[in-house]
């Protein structure tokens, strides 16, 4: 019975993984990207930072009500505090005055106190509104932040991912390239055994010279594939030991780009580092106003309510001493600081100008890229066109080359160029499609509009 059942289960377990074998399928660009959004460290980071621009933003709110603050205090003292009085007296009718000498309690050992203090801003000379002002921009450019950051995975997992396909593309390649280049010098050492009249022994040689470079370049290829995979995993925030199949559906860029000036006027208003650096031209206009509040006054309400208990009724404990409070008005304004305020002021609208001139500089910067990404595109796009037809035209020139090697119609050094050419050909088609998938991603990345 224990056999039967473990013999069930074992045909349950393998059946269950036989079925996930069959529907597992092959992990596809949105899905990679949908997975390192997910798993990624960085996005987690980026978020954590709107948190805490957030935090700061309610923190400069706070300025907006009134400040309590409630203390008590309990002491025991060693030993009652005493007031001596030594003292002398005119008396009338006494010709000299009498000496008085008594002691007398002031407090008891054992006090209490409760204490209330209340302070309330009712004008700062707008520091308050500038330091609000700033949070709540550092809450907006935090935002951007992510955006850019949520970007910035994207672009890169299509790297990785792009590569990774590439490199197994001409893996595989490659292996063609050595199964045909071995068929090729077998076929070259049996018409030099056969004592072949056109082929010679530098043919043969030449064959496997070839051979033996082609066989380094695949395990050249096969580190690489080895090393993309790597890469899309880290980037996915995946196991490295993860084996993953990759499709090719949606990954290729068939469409030729608008115009150049379309980009440069989605970049202007979508780029997620323009509006950082607009952002931050907002927060040096709130600096510049709260430098500027130093030059006037600051008023504030305050009050405070006391009271005290101790042990000994009387001395200066007492009921017309036990509770008090206060309530007034507070100012504060710096007649003379040695020009300290002025000068912050100036070092505030320096800033300014400083990031104004920084803004200009990543604006011309960005077009730039722009258009090195939107030509690469272009580039790409057209070459590809033109290599997907000559790869047609490789394969027929490799095959009848071969063909008519077997008849030994052909030279050695022909079959080897037509295997030669069609596999640069195929490397050169492979390598524009994914250039043009690259720099798809890299225009999407700069304009702010990444593909998801």
Not at 173 to 196: C, H, N, P, W
Request: net charge neutral; aromatic share 8%; glycine share 4%.
């Amino acid at each position: 019975m224990v056999l039967l059942y473990m013999k069930k289960n074992v045909l349950i377990f393998m059946s269950m993984l036989c079925i996930s074998l069959l529907n597992a399928s092959p992990l596809s660009l949105k899905e990679a990207i949908s997975t390192a959004l997910s798993n990624s460290y960085k996005q987690k980071i980026s978020q954590q930072d709107q948190a805490i621009a957030k935090a700061r933003y309610n923190q400069a709110l706070s300025g907006n009500y009134p400040f309590l603050d409630i203390s008590a205090l309990a002491n025991k003292a060693d030993d009652a505090m005493v007031d001596k009085v030594e003292d002398k007296i005119a008396i009338e009718g006494l010709p000299q005055p009498m000496s008085v000498s008594y002691e007398h309690t002031v407090m008891g050992t054992d006090t209490a106190l409760a204490r209330a203090d209340l302070t309330y801003a009712l004008y700062t000379g707008g520091k308050l509104s500038a330091l609000q002002e700033q949070a709540s921009q550092g809450m907006r450019y935090a935002e951007e932040s992510s955006k850019l950051t949520e970007d910035d995975i994207i672009l890169h997992v299509r790297k990785y991912f792009a590569a990774t396909v590439l490199s197994e593309q001409l893996l595989e390649l490659t292996q063609e390239t050595v199964d045909r280049m071995k068929a090729i010098k077998d076929l070259t050492e049996a018409f030099y055994q056969g004592e072949s009249l056109s082929v010679k022994k530098t043919d043969y040689l030449r064959t496997k010279m070839m051979l033996f470079t082609m066989q380094s370049m695949l395990e050249e290829m096969k580190e690489k594939v080895a090393l993309a995979k790597s890469a899309l995993l880290f980037e996915m925030g995946e196991d490295q030991e993860k084996k993953i199949e990759l499709s090719t559906e949606g990954l290729h860029v068939k469409i030729i780009p608008k115009s150049l000036q379309t980009y440069y006027e989605a970049m202007y208003f979508n780029s997620h580092q323009l509006k950082q650096v607009e952002i931050g031209l907002k927060v040096r206009d709130a600096q510049i106003e709260e430098t500027q509040s130093e030059y006037l006054p600051s008023l504030g309400l305050y009050a405070n309510a006391t009271t005290l208990m101790n042990n000994h009724d009387g001395g200066i404990i007492n009921s017309r001493n036990n509770d008090s409070w206060n309530v007034g008005i507070g100012l504060k304004y710096n007649l003379f600081s040695g020009g300290l305020t002025s000068h912050r002021v100036e070092e505030a609208k320096a800033e300014k100008l400083k990031l104004e001139a920084q803004s200009a500089y990543l604006k011309s910067g960005l077009t730039l890229q722009a258009k090195q990404a939107f030509l690469t595109l272009r580039k790409s796009l057209n070459q590809g066109k033109i290599l997907e037809e000559a790869v047609s035209v490789s394969a027929e020139n490799r095959s009848l080359n071969f063909r008519a090697y077997q008849e030994d119609m052909v030279p050695t050094k022909d079959v080897i160029e037509a295997q030669i050419f069609e596999s640069i050909t195929k490397a050169s088609y492979y390598k524009a499609r994914y250039e043009a998938l690259i720099a798809k991603s890299q225009l999407d990345f700069i304009i702010g509009k990444s593909f998801k």
